[in-house]
């Protein structure tokens, strides 16, 4: 897709875009083989074909706790004593989701999971 150089930005064909890229819809997320054809270091491109090991189901609720503070914008001092207390009306549950792989990352030690940057 590319944008248009001098009139009008088509909105709608720009979210039309990003949803295809990285679907938030339940219908897209049921498809298992669908193609891994976003950008490289996101979940939708080659960083999301690992495979998750050495984890237990604990870790990776564990890692959905973490990841829901973290996308609360709380400071840590600021953090309620419980998840159920965090402003949820102003949490993004796709900034949850971002949070959650990169905290399973963290666990598996793979943390961050991108290839290395060469020089051109």
């Excluded at 959650?100 to 598996?108: F, P, V």
């Amino acid at each position: 897709m590319s944008l248009p150089e001098d009139g009008p930005i088509d909105f709608d064909a720009i979210a039309t875009e990003l949803e295809r890229l990285a679907p938030t819809s339940l219908a897209a997320r049921i498809d298992r083989e669908r193609p891994y054809d976003g950008q490289p270091h996101t979940d939708e491109g080659e960083r999301g074909k690992t495979l998750v090991e050495g984890l237990t189901m604990r870790d990776v609720f564990d890692c959905y706790i973490r990841a829901c503070y973290d996308a609360s914008g709380l400071e840590p001092k600021d953090w309620p004593g419980s998840v159920d207390d965090l402003p949820w009306e102003q949490i993004d549950p796709i900034a949850v989701g971002q949070s959650l792989t990169c905290w399973i990352e963290r666990y598996m030690g793979i943390f961050p999971n991108v290839p290395k940057l060469k020089e051109s």
